[in-house]
DNA sequence: ACATCTATATCGCCC
DNA sequence: GGGCGATGTAGATGT
């Protein structure tokens, strides 16, 4: 059962008891209120009243989310403990304290609308599609995506303080290092291909060559690249998603029929 | 008035009635309930059946989460058309489509335990404490804090593609290129720094130096800066946040009260 | 525990 | 609108 107890308009004395209750249950708990919110950790912020909406997860982890936005305004990722508490003349504050970062976030709410208790079970698996390491896997195991006659020979070899996605030959023998992004190609990614060479350079008497994989690339990345003497590749992602497809069992296909239908029912 | 209309196990015609009408408002919507869930777009992923609340915000943004954790386990950022329908033998669907870029984000529901629908009043300001900018500022207004006789010129000075933090002249006239991070400096922050050095060099005909401006530094931002012949320096960020704090109206210090307190009333 | 890297990163600023 | 950089980034991974 998901929705353990639904409480409307309490008073801030129920809703103490209620959190408290809720919060030794380890149950998950919304609360819509009125409230002012400070911050303090690794940086410091302070918001004054207004109507939001606090969760606090199964795990600890607290989110307040104002009326807009993907981004909490305010948060506290799991590893917290939280405490609650009333003072009369100020209202029902709740303390979440993380230990490392050490951080604080308290809200302090003067006015609660609505409160919701519950427990969700949701064991399914969460399967994502074209990773960046599921791309670098796709090329490994088809590298003439890259160019022909390439010869992969390591995943996730470390150079330096790091790991290029793909150390390999071509068919001069030459040493390739293959830097993949999922995103288009921005100076960054350039920044950390020249990495990996100049580290791998000096380890070896022998011509190094530096690609960058990537769906498209920004023209600072591309001006850099030549500057730096680098490479690059573009892949089609829509292709190696079907390469991907093809190599395991076939998801659900609801969206794509949906979206190609036009039509919703 | 937050809190609009509560419908606790509605079949699920009542809650495609209520939240079309809630979508229809412009209002947020809370819905908990059993749910499969498709994502395609920048990357793509499958959700098997659980239970879990799914939030449309007033602006369109969608955030499913699970139970537990920060992160939503799917989600739609603001610019989002949402239709929703039923469809029987199969259920309720919910789907936010953004179009740059171009994403699908599809939900399920087979069940529902309970729909809330609000409006949110909230237009306080939220004031954030010693970001990177606000460092830059009391640096370029501390400028000894950097070293002795630095004359900071220009914030934000454009440098090729990019813009470096703070530009000036130490004291004996040398062109000074500043960059900034608020967090212990990585190896990435050097290749910034050191992008704009070589950039800016490029222009002129004077000796140019680059500092790097961080509370600490990684040991493979240190290799690589005394590599580049960059320079750095520590930022005490206790000590700018009293410099801070002493330089504009107090912020409220309920939280530091709290905390020197050690109760909770 | 620490450093490094990825992300459907999101968000905001400036050209 | 696209590029670029900050974020209390969070979270995973390797050492």
């Known amino acids: 059962m998901a929705v353990a107890k639904v409480l409307e308009n309490p008073d801030l004395e129920s809703a103490l008891r209620t959190i408290k209750e809720g ?9 819509i209120g009125e409230c002012y919110i400070d911050y303090e950790g690794r940086s410091a912020s302070k918001l004054g009243l207004g109507e939001r909406m606090v969760i606090v997860k199964q795990d600890g982890a607290v989110l307040v989310h104002r009326p807009k936005g993907y981004s909490p305004v305010n948060w506290q990722p799991s590893t917290t403990t939280i405490e609650v508490w009333l003072r009369s003349g100020e209202g ?10 050490r951080e604080y976030l308290r809200i302090l709410f003067t006015r609660i609308f609505l409160i919701i208790e519950g427990v969700f079970h949701d064991a399914a698996e969460f399967v994502m599609y ?23 020979l390591e995943k996730e070899k470390r150079i330096g303080q790091g790991a290029v996605d793909i150390f390999g030959l071509d068919s001069n023998n030459n040493h ?25 350079k000096s380890g070896v008497n022998s011509n190094v060559r530096g690609i960058l994989l990537a769906p498209s690339f920004t023209p600072g990345a591309l001006e850099l690249l030549a500057k730096l003497k680098l490479e690059f590749k573009e892949i089609d992602l829509k292709k190696l998603r079907m390469l991907s497809q093809s190599g395991r069992k076939k998801p659900d296909s609801t969206l794509l029929e949906y979206m190609n239908d036009g039509r919703k029912g």
């Open 23 to 31: 919060l030794a249950r380890n149950h998950l708990l919304i609360v």
């Open 92 to 101: 029902l504050s709740l303390m979440a304290v993380r230990n490392r970062p």
């Open 130 to 152: 074209l990773s960046e390491s599921e791309i670098r896997d796709i090329i490994f195991d088809n590298p003439d995506l890259l160019e022909p006659g390439f010869k992969p």
């Open 176 to 200: 390739v290092l293959v830097e993949i992004k999922r995103v288009m190609g921005d100076r960054d990614a350039v920044f950390q291909l020249y990495n990996y060479v100049e580290n791998y």
